[in-house]
């Protein structure tokens, strides 16, 4: 396998409201950090990645949200999950996959059953909204007076309850929406505007951001399905 094969990731994605299921296997990548926590789950063997340079191997690990990490590439096929933090803690995460069979339907169904965190009302309402986005623009002005807040202290519950801006939160949800058009049959240019981004090279250095990933490599080999 070549640099450029063992880069891309390949298998199938299942998109739920606060997380996703991967199942194949894990691409190379460059070190990044993204908002979701990350889970990996290899069915044979140990996956490894690489945390604050160093290298972690086993049967079952935890990436923090925001916590800057890289993949090495030939890793085994894996169960990878990825969930918002605002949803799930770590440790909740990691205590559903050690207890779940390690295959999607009874992965996915333990995670509709997991509890969920517990977030001040205000917030909520503006995730909700954050969460309806299309190609739309959404002005924090308008998150705040839907959440009844100020902007600042809009920003002040996204960055204590959430640890990112509003700004990066929207990126997050528009990278979201973007895969899923992506992944059932949109072009990049196609998926990019239905987003609201500004074309398919802005997609690509996001997802690139993020993922550490380029978004042709990202969705070449990926196919999406309907959670069971």
């Known amino acids: 396998m070549n640099e450029r094969q063992d880069s891309a990731w390949r298998g199938r994605l299942w998109l739920d409201d606060d997380h996703c299921l991967l199942l194949g296997t894990p691409g190379r990548t460059s070190v990044h950090a993204h908002y979701a926590h990350q889970v990996l789950l ?20 935890g990436i923090e949200s925001l916590q800057p990490h890289a993949m090495p590439g030939h890793q085994p096929p894996c169960i990878t999950l990825f969930a918002e933090p605002l949803a799930f803690s770590l440790q909740t995460l990691l205590d559903v996959c050690q207890q779940a069979p ?16 517990s977030l001040d009302p205000r917030l909520t ?4 909204r954050i969460r309806a986005l299309d190609e739309q623009r959404l002005p924090a002005t308008t998150l705040a007076q839907e959440a009844t807040v100020s ?10 309850s959430l640890g990112l801006s509003v700004r990066r939160m929207v990126l997050w ?7 899923r058009q992506a992944l059932t049959g949109a072009s990049l240019t196609e998926a990019a505007m239905a987003a609201g981004f ?8 996001s997802l690139r951001q993020q993922f550490g990933i380029r978004a042709s490599e990202a969705l070449r080999h990926l196919r999406s399905d309907s959670l069971v």
């Open 42 to 61: 290899p069915l044979e063997g140990e996956a490894c990645v690489e945390i604050a340079g160093e290298q972690c191997s086993g049967r079952l690990l």
């Open 102 to 117: 390690r295959d999607i339907p009874d992965l996915a169904q333990a995670l509709r059953l997991a509890p969920r965190r």
């Open 125 to 128: 309402r503006a995730l909700a």
């Open 151 to 160: 902007i600042s202290q809009l920003e002040r519950l996204f960055s204590g």
């Open 173 to 179: 949800q528009r990278l979201r929406h973007a895969l």
């Open 198 to 205: 500004a074309d398919s090279a802005h997609l690509s250095r």
